[in-house]
C-alpha cells in the first residue's frame, strides 16, 4: 500500500538507536546522522540541549547517546509527534512540549541553552508534489513544506535562537546544499556566526551556527 516500512515496523534505526515511529510521524533520515555527529562534537557533558521540530526525538534520543549527561528538552507542532517523541525520550529524561518552534519551551531555559538543533522542512513548496509517495502520502506536510524557498522555518528559527542560547552556544540546522549559502546568511542576519559542513556520501549539509 505504500506505507514508510518505518511505520509498519514501529521503529526506525538512525544512529544505531532503535527510535520508536508512529504512523503518521515524519521518518528520522539517515543523511541527518551528520547533523547529530556535528552537534556531539560541539555539546559537553551535562549541557542543555533544545531540539526544535523534534518528530520522533530521534535527534535529541541520538545526541543523548553520544555526550553524558545532556538535559532534553524537546518541541513539536504535530500531537502525533510529540506522542511519539515521549516514548523516545522521557526513558533518557527529556521533557517534550507540544506547540510552535519556541513557544512551549520554559522561560528559565533563555539563555540557558548550549545547544539548539532544528530539523525543520525544507522542501521549497512547489516541490513538495515530487517528493516519494512514502514522504508526501504517508508524512506530515507540516514537516515537509519549507515554504516558498524552503527556508521560511530556518529564518524563524535563526531568529529566535539567540535570546535562547548561552554566548558560545551553538544552533545546528539541516538544509539542503543548493539553500546553504542563503541559510548562512540568514544566520548572518540573526546575530550568528555561520558555518556550512557538508557530507558528499550521506549526501547531507549542516549550517552550524555560533551565538
Not at 549527561?69 to 533518557?92: F, S
Request: glycine letters at 10%; proline letters at 8%.
Amino acid at each position: 500500500a505504500g506505507l514508510p516500512l518505518e511505520h509498519v515496523l514501529g521503529w526506525a534505526d538512525f544512529c544505531g538507536q532503535r527510535i520508536a515511529v508512529d504512523p503518521g510521524v515524519f521518518v528520522p533520515r539517515r543523511r541527518t546522522e551528520l547533523l547529530v555527529q556535528c552537534a556531539a562534537a560541539l555539546t559537553p557533558p551535562g549541557a542543555t540541549v533544545v531540539d526544535l521540530a523534534c518528530g520522533s526525538g530521534a535527534i535529541g534520543a541520538a545526541i543523548a547517546a553520544l555526550v553524558d549527561g545532556v538535559t532534553l528538552h524537546a518541541v513539536d507542532i504535530e500531537p502525533a509527534a510529540v506522542r511519539c517523541a515521549q516514548r523516545n525520550l522521557t526513558p533518557l529524561g527529556g521533557r517534550v512540549y507540544l506547540g510552535d518552534l519556541y513557544d512551549p519551551l520554559p522561560t528559565r531555559l533563555r539563555g540557558q541553552v548550549d545547544l539548539l538543533v532544528a530539523n525543520v522542512p525544507y522542501v521549497p513548496s512547489a516541490a513538495v508534489g515530487l517528493l516519494p509517495a512514502e514522504a508526501r502520502l504517508h508524512e506530515p506536510l507540516v514537516a515537509l513544506d519549507g515554504g516558498p524557498d524552503g527556508l521560511d522555518l530556518l529564518r524563524r528559527v535563526a531568529a529566535g535562537a539567540r535570546a535562547w542560547l548561552r554566548p558560545g552556544g551553538h544552533l545546528l540546522v539541516e538544509t539542503s546544499a543548493e539553500q546553504a549559502a542563503a541559510a548562512a546568511d540568514a544566520y548572518a542576519a540573526a546575530g550568528l556566526t555561520p558555518e556550512v559542513v557538508s557530507d558528499d556520501e550521506l549526501p547531507a549539509t549542516v549550517v552550524i551556527g555560533r551565538a
